[in-house]
């Protein structure tokens, strides 16, 4: 079946212990992206990968890092969580974004809490 | 610089009520368009997408969306609403934007389907 899958689901943590979220997807896509999603803000973009060891900022990268070392694999990582990182967040892939017409696929989403 | 105004935050209908979900676009170029839905504590999923071909859209469970370049819209419809199609819909831009595409979301609209 092709998916996007998120590891964990859901992650309470503390401030300042460094986290990593997981994101894979088995369709071979080359975009990959994660999103963070706050009431009334819609998903914001906080970075995307158009291949692999292609990363680049998004919307609101402060305070995040991704890494492509793998085409499959796209994961999250906070260094130093803060209590303004709670949120829900969505990894997503696309098949390309040369032009613009794909869709992207969603994983189930992460919600973090930080105390 | 692109971006995405869904003109409601809330949505209510009686079932078996039309549903229509306003979306408004600025593009600088040719846009691809998208509607997402999400479902309570669920990822997103796509429900159509435009992408320079017809510009009456249909896609899943009976949703259809019409792109009006003149008026710069994407609305989303769909004839008689179900208790199912109760969730919060997406409205998403896909365009170049200095040499690169990027997503941008809307704020989303939550429907509300009411017996």
């Known amino acids: 079946e092709a998916q996007v899958t998120q590891n964990p689901r859901y992650l309470i943590t503390v401030t300042g212990k460094k986290l990593t979220v997981t994101c894979s997807q088995n369709?071979?896509?080359?975009?990959m992206s994660w999103y963070r999603q706050d009431p009334g803000l819609g998903l914001r973009q906080i970075y995307y990968?158009?291949?692999?060891?292609?990363?680049d900022k998004g919307d609101v990268p402060e305070g995040y890092k991704v890494s492509r070392k793998e085409k499959r694999n796209f994961p999250l990582i906070l260094e130093s969580p803060s209590p303004n990182q709670t949120s829900l967040y969505f990894c997503?892939?696309?098949?390309?974004?040369?032009?613009?017409?794909?869709?992207?696929?969603f994983g189930p989403g992460t919600r973090l809490t930080v105390t | 610089a692109q971006s995405v105004t869904q003109l409601d935050s809330h949505v209510s209908v009686s079932e078996g009520t039309p549903v229509l979900l306003r979306c408004n676009y600025s593009?600088?170029?040719?846009?691809?368009l998208f509607w997402y839905v999400q479902h309570p504590n669920k990822g997103l999923q796509l429900l159509l997408k435009?992408?320079?071909?017809?510009?009456l859209v249909k896609g899943i469970n009976g949703f259809e969306a019409e792109f009006k370049k003149s008026e710069t819209s994407f609305h989303l419809t769909k004839p008689s609403a179900h208790m199912s199609d109760a969730a919060e819909y997406f409205c998403?831009?896909?365009?170049?934007?200095?040499?690169?595409?990027?997503?941008?979301f809307g704020t989303g609209t939550r429907l509300k389907v009411l017996a």
């Open positions: 997503a892939s696309s098949l390309s974004l040369g032009r613009g017409g794909y869709e992207q696929y």
């Open positions: 369709m071979n896509h080359e975009y």
């Open positions: 990968s158009m291949n692999v060891e292609v990363t």
């Open positions: 593009s600088s170029y040719s846009p691809s």
């Open positions: 435009y992408t320079s071909a017809a510009t």
């Open positions: 998403v831009v896909s365009d170049r934007d200095s040499g690169t595409y990027k997503y941008i």
